[in-house]
């Protein structure tokens, strides 16, 4: 399904960009950042462990492009969760831009979390990768880094992805994401593609 906006020059260059802002932000503000697969050396062990508190159900794995006049294509791979409530609480995308060589894994994670310790994920009983926190915002964090060849990989053959964070209180909390579609919807075609046409 293909879905083609207009707009107007004076906010043209805004409003094409929006898709791409997170990912442009990311990318020069942490090109240093160790890969997914580096372990930096935890500021600080967690005390301890507990259950979630309120429970998360996830939707479907989903891929979506955007194409923007002179720029490559973008595509999303993407799964969220969320609380009984209907509010967010989990988002995870794999981003990756045509020609771009290395692809983005960003994580959506509700605030009021110990940010040092970032977010460390594990598929299936493999190895873990650790992932820095790189903003917040009012209503959630954002951890992001580079997702290296080996990564997506065991995400697309493994069949659980699980993400443990650090609470605000130091103790650690995780939640599990189904892996069992990633790979066919990863290498598949998108469910929407979004382009952006600028009236000149």
Known sequence: ????????????????????????????????????????????????????????????????????????????????????????????????????GKARLQLFLPIGMYLQAGVKLIVDRGKPHHIPYVWC???????????DAALIREMEKGQQLQLEVVDSSVQSVSTTLPLGQFASVHQGAAARTFEQEIDE
Do not use: H
């Not at 399904?1 to 707009?7: A, K, N, S």
């Not at 979630?52 to 993407?78: A, H």
């Not at 915002?137 to 997702?147: D, G, K, P, R, Y």
């Open 1 to 100: 399904m293909v879905i083609r906006c207009q707009f107007r020059p004076v906010l043209a260059s805004m409003i094409a960009a929006s898709p791409l802002l997170l990912l442009a932000n990311l990318a020069n503000g942490q090109q240093a950042a160790p890969s997914a697969t580096e372990k930096p050396q935890p500021e600080a062990a967690p005390r301890g462990e507990r259950s979630m508190v309120r429970q998360i159900k996830y939707g479907d794995w989903q891929k979506f492009c955007f194409k923007t006049p002179g720029t490559n294509q973008v595509c999303r791979t993407t799964i969220s969760g969320t609380f009984d409530t209907g509010q967010s609480a989990v988002r995870a995308d794999l981003i990756e831009r045509e020609g771009g």
């Open 137 to 147: 915002l009012t209503n959630t964090c954002i951890a992001a880094n580079v997702a």
